[in-house]
C-alpha cells in the first residue's frame, strides 16, 4: 500500500521541523516547501494525501496557493489544513475551499487528531476503492453461478454501502461533536434562503460561544477540549430537538437552525441553552470547570440572500454581547440601533477598502514643541485621516477607525502612514533635512505580523530615508498579548535605526510593566491627565509618578492636549521635555509649506523655555 505522503509548506524552518517531529510516530511520509512557489514545482511530480499550508508567507499566501489547487483537477478532492496563529483566518480558509485548520502555536496533540482523521479517512477510501475493484471482478467471474453466490454478492453490496455511507457521514459532520459541520451548515442554510416566496419556511439562527472552552483545551490537553464539544453538542441536540439542524462552526462555536417563524419559540429555546449552559458543569479528572454560553439569534426570511450574510449577522450580535460582558441571548432586529450600526459597520468595511484601492487616506501631522529640551529640528506626529469623495470633506479617526480594527484592516492602514510618510521625505530633500523625528502609531494588530520590521526595512531602503528620522509610537493596550514576541519585533526595529515610543502612558492595562518588558525610548503622558491636572491632586500625582520613573530610567517625557500657555508653563515647570497640543499646533496636511511654518513655532518654543 502507498505510504501516506503529507506536504508541509511554511516559509519558516522553525514550524517544520515542529511538525517533522509531531508527524514522526505516524508513519507518514513528510515532504516540505518553504514558499507557495515551490510547492507548486514539487506539485508537478507529487500528488500528496494531505497538505499542512501556512497562511502567511512571502510572495503568494496560503489562500492564494488553495485557491489555484482547488482549480486543478488532481487536488480538488486532496485535504488541505490551514496552519495559522489568528482565529480571523479560519472562516477564511474555510472560504476559499480549506477542509481543517491547526492553530499556532502547535499544539501536538491537536496535530495529531488533525492529521490521524484525514489518514484514517484515506485509507477507507482505499478500502472502498479496493473494494469496488474486487467486487466488479467477482461479478464478472461469477456470473454463471449467480444463483449460488446470490447471498456473498449482497453481503459485499451492503459492506460497500455501509463504506459509502460512512464516508458521506464523515463529509457532512464534525468529527469531535458528531453534529454536522461548516460545509453541511452552508448547505442547509442556502437551500433554505433559495425556496420559492410560496413554500418560504421561516427559521432562527441560533449562535452558540461556549465561554470556557480554552480554559479546558489549554489547562487539561486537547482530548478534555473535544470531550467538552461533544458533551455541549449533545446537551444542545437534546435541547432543540430533531426539528432542528445542529452544527458546530469552528473552535467552541456551534450553530442551531430552528423552522419557525415564532419568535416567542426561538426564544424559549435560546433562553433554555442559556439556562442549562448556566448549570452546566465539565468533570475532568478531579477538576470541574463552570461552562456557561453567549447565544446571538438572527431570524432568517426573505430578506437574507446569502449564507455570509447570516454569519456577518450573527457575528455582530454576538460580538456587541461579548463586548457588554456575554453570557447572555442577544437579538438581531432591523428595528434597533444595533441593525444600524451593522450596517454601517458593513458600508465601513467597503469603504476603507476602496480608500487603501484609491489612496483616499491623508497624512496630517502635528508637531511636537520642546518646553525643557533642546531641539536640533522640528518634532511631528503624522495622524491619519480619511477624506470621503462623496462628501468632500476630512474624516477623523473616530468615525473609521473602530471599523479598521473590527475587520483587520488597521495593518494595512499603518503600512500606508509608513509608505506615505518615507514618500514625502524623499520627494522634498529640504524638509527631510529640517525634520528631526516623525512619530508613526503601529496599533496591536501591525505588531504581530511577523514581516512588520522586513516591511520598514523595505521601505527606508527603497525611499533613501534615515531611519533614524522615525519613531514608532505604541499604545498600552490589552490588545498586546504576546510581550515576548511584541517585544522582540519592537527590538528589531530599533536596531534598524528607528526609536520606539509608549504612546498615551498611564491609560492602559499593563502601565509601569511596559518600561520593563518593551525596550522604549520616549514615554508620551496621555492628553486625560492635561484636561485635570490643574484641577486634581490624583492626575498630578499620577504625572509626577510618570516623571520620577522616567528620569530613573533616563527617558525623555513628551505631554499631549497642551491646550493653553498656563498648561504650558505648569508642565515645563515639572521638567518634561517636550509637548504637543492645540496651543502649539492644530493638525494640517503634511506638505512643505506647513512643515516650513513650524520652524516659527520652534523658535518661540524655544524663546520660551
Keep these: 500500500m502507498k505510504a501516506f505522503t503529507v506536504l508541509i509548506v511554511d516559509d519558516v524552518p522553525d514550524n517544520i521541523d515542529v511538525l517533522r517531529k509531531v508527524l514522526a510516530p505516524l508513519d507518514c511520509k513528510v515532504s516540505v516547501a518553504t514558499s507557495a512557489e515551490r510547492a507548486l514545482s514539487i506539485l508537478e511530480q507529487l500528488e500528496p494525501e494531505l497538505m499542512l499550508l501556512d497562511v502567511m508567507m512571502p510572495g503568494m499566501s496560503g489562500f492564494d496557493l488553495c485557491s489555484l489547487l482547488r482549480k486543478d483537477p488532481r487536488f480538488k478532492e486532496t485535504p488541505i489544513i490551514f496552519v495559522t496563529g489568528r482565529t480571523d483566518d479560519i472562516s477564511q480558509g474555510f472560504a476559499v475551499g480549506g477542509n481543517d485548520y491547526i492553530t ?3 499544539n501536538t496533540d491537536e496535530v495529531i487528531a488533525r492529521v490521524t482523521h484525514h489518514k484514517e479517512r484515506h485509507q477507507m477510501m482505499q478500502q472502498l476503492r479496493s473494494l469496488n475493484s474486487e467486487l466488479e471482478e467477482r461479478v464478472r467471474q461469477r456470473t454463471a453461478e449467480l444463483v449460488t453466490t446470490n447471498k456473498l454478492l449482497r453481503e459485499e453490496i451492503n459492506e460497500r454501502r455501509y463504506m459509502q455511507d460512512r464516508l458521506k457521514y464523515l463529509a457532512d459532520h464534525d468529527f469531535v461533536s458528531r453534529t454536522h459541520n461548516r460545509k453541511a451548515l452552508e448547505y442547509f442554510v442556502v437551500e433554505l434562503i433559495s425556496q420559492p416566496q410560496d413554500n418560504f419556511q421561516d427559521a432562527y ?55 419557525t417563524d415564532d419568535c416567542s419559540v426561538a426564544s424559549s429555546i435560546a433562553n433554555q441553552l442559556h439556562e442549562e449552559f448556566s448549570r452546566f458543569r465539565f468533570f ?39 463586548r457588554a460582558g456575554g453570557q447572555c441571548v442577544s437579538y438581531f432586529s432591523d428595528d434597533n440601533e444595533q441593525a444600524n450600526k451593522q450596517n454601517a459597520r458593513q458600508n465601513w468595511a467597503l469603504r476603507l477598502i476602496d480608500a487603501l484601492k484609491y489612496d483616499h ?20 506626529e503624522t495622524l491619519v485621516r480619511l477624506y470621503a469623495p462623496d462628501q468632500e470633506k476630512i474624516l477623523f479617526p473616530d468615525s473609521f477607525l473602530f471599523a479598521a480594527e473590527r475587520y483587520q484592516l488597521i495593518a494595512d492602514i499603518d503600512r500606508w502612514m509608513i509608505r506615505k510618510v518615507c514618500e514625502f521625505l524623499r520627494d522634498h530633500p529640504v524638509q527631510q533635512q529640517l525634520i528631526e523625528q516623525v512619530a508613526l502609531n503601529l496599533s496591536a494588530t501591525t505588531l504581530r505580523d511577523a514581516h512588520l520590521v522586513d516591511y520598514i526595512q523595505d521601505v527606508l531602503e527603497k525611499y533613501s530615508v534615515n531611519p533614524r528620522k522615525l519613531c514608532f509610537e505604541v499604545t498600552e493596550t490589552e490588545q498586546i498579548i504576546h510581550v515576548s514576541q511584541t517585544s522582540s519585533i519592537l527590538e528589531q ?18 502601565s509601569f510593566s511596559y518600561l520593563r518588558d518593551f525596550p522604549f525610548d520616549h514615554i508620551k503622558i496621555d492628553g486625560i491627565f492635561a484636561r485635570e491636572i490643574e484641577h486634581s491632586d490624583a492626575s498630578m500625582a499620577m504625572v509626577q509618578s510618570i516623571l520620577d520613573v522616567a528620569k530613573k ?6 505631554v499631549e492636549f497642551v491646550e493653553n500657555q498656563g498648561l504650558a508653563d505648569l508642565y515645563q515647570s515639572m521638567g518634561i521635555e517636550w509637548g504637543q497640543g492645540y496651543h502649539f499646533h492644530k493638525p494640517e496636511p503634511l506638505n512643505a509649506a506647513n512643515v516650513d511654518l513650524c520652524l516659527t513655532r520652534a523658535k518661540v518654543c524655544e524663546e520660551s523655555n
Excluded at 502635528?366 to 529640528?377: D, T, V, Y
Excluded at 526595529?493 to 499593563?510: E, M, P, V
Design 205 to 259: 439562527y441560533l449562535s452558540v460561544d461556549l465561554s470556557r472552552f480554552r480554559v479546558v483545551n489549554e489547562s487539561c490537553g486537547l482530548i478534555a477540549g473535544d470531550e467538552l464539544l461533544s458533551e455541549a453538542a449533545e446537551l444542545i441536540s437534546l435541547i432543540v430537538g430533531s426539528n432542528a439542524f445542529v452544527a458546530r462552526l469552528s473552535g467552541d462555536s456551534f450553530a442551531v437552525v430552528y423552522p
Design 553 to 558: 530610567l533616563n527617558k525623555p517625557c513628551v
Design 104 to 106: 499556532k502555536p502547535i
Design 284 to 322: 475532568w479528572g478531579e477538576r470541574h470547570f463552570d461552562i456557561s454560553a453567549t447565544l446571538a439569534v438572527v431570524k432568517i426570511d426573505q430578506s437574507l440572500t446569502s449564507f455570509d450574510q447570516v454569519l456577518m449577522m450573527a457575528d455582530e450580535v454576538m460580538f456587541s454581547a461579548k
Design 361 to 380: 487616506f491623508r497624512v496630517y501631522f502635528q508637531q511636537i514643541c520642546p518646553l525643557n529640551a533642546q531641539s536640533n529640528g522640528i518634532r511631528m
Design 493 to 510: 526595529i530599533k536596531q534598524l535605526g528607528c526609536s520606539i515610543a509608549i504612546d498615551d502612558f498611564g491609560s492602559g492595562y499593563s
